[in-house]
């Protein structure tokens, strides 16, 4: 699935010890981790060799439509990893609206969908994932179109997806430019805003050494 652990959150869940092991994960039959993905990853780090688990009895559609649902929001996934993640059930989107097409009687045994029934599996994807059906587009755009440091970028919210449709369109060596340019103009400004920090708390701890020098003038 793709999916990796933030290394500062692995971090912090480590720092609970045995404590961050209290609460099951959640697994399918044939061991798809639905939630808990970063306790088991901490797990296999430390040579823990059993986990508690809550054990469902999901087909794998059903299990990855469940875990794009539980990640969705502030627990982890961005935008473009669930949409990358649904992705993987547009087949089966297709599927159900062949079938749709085929009970209603339009076509009967047709192996193409309209394209209003192509609008419809996107829009399936894109409520699955939580977002537009135009950022759908999108990242289907960026996946196939975008070099892989610009689509790994896009991944971890280093780049918003308007911006890497955008460069998309360029040469990949144009679009290794830009994220390079954008980079280092990131670093500026993170170093800038470092070196006035620096120059505030110094400025702070000078009038905080001047006002104790006059306190004990008094």
């Known amino acids: 699935l793709r999916m990796s652990v933030d290394a500062r959150k692995l971090s912090v869940l480590a ?18 981790v639905i939630d808990g993905y970063a306790r088991w990853e901490l797990a296999k780090r ?5 986990l508690d688990c809550f054990e469902y009895e999901l ?26 993640l649904a992705l993987d059930l547009e087949p ?11 009970a209603g009687g339009q076509g009967k045994g047709l192996s193409k ?7 419809d599996t996107r829009q399936e994807v894109a409520r699955l994932a ?17 070099c892989s440091s610009l689509r790994q970028a896009a991944r971890e919210e ?3 997806i308007n911006l890497a449709d955008k460069w998309c369109s360029e040469p990949e060596a144009q679009q290794r ?7 280092i103009e990131r670093g500026i400004k993170r170093k800038a805003r470092n070196v006035v920090a620096a120059h505030l708390a110094r400025v702070r701890s000078e009038e905080h050494t001047s006002e104790l020098q006059s306190h004990h003038d008094l």
Do not use: W, Y
């Not at 045995?18 to 061991?31: E, G, K, Q, S, V």
């Not at 089966?92 to 085929?102: D, E, K, P, S, W």
């Not at 939580?130 to 960026?142: E, L």
């Open 46 to 50: 430390t040579s823990r060799t059993f």
């Open 113 to 119: 969908l309209t394209k209003a029934q192509q609008v």
């Open 59 to 84: 087909t794998q559609e059903e299990a990855l439509k469940e875990l794009i649902r539980t990640h969705c929001g502030s627990r982890g996934l961005t935008d473009f990893v669930r949409i990358e």
């Open 130 to 146: 939580g977002v537009s059906s135009g950022n759908v587009r999108k990242v289907k755009n960026i996946l196939t179109h975008a």
């Open 92 to 102: 089966h989107f297709q599927g159900i609206a062949l079938m749709n097409q085929t």
């Open 15 to 32: 720092e609970h010890g045995d404590h961050a092991f209290c609460d099951p994960i959640a697994i399918t039959r044939n061991r798809i």
């Open 158 to 160: 280093e780049v918003s």
């Open 177 to 183: 430019e830009h994220l390079r340019l954008m980079q």
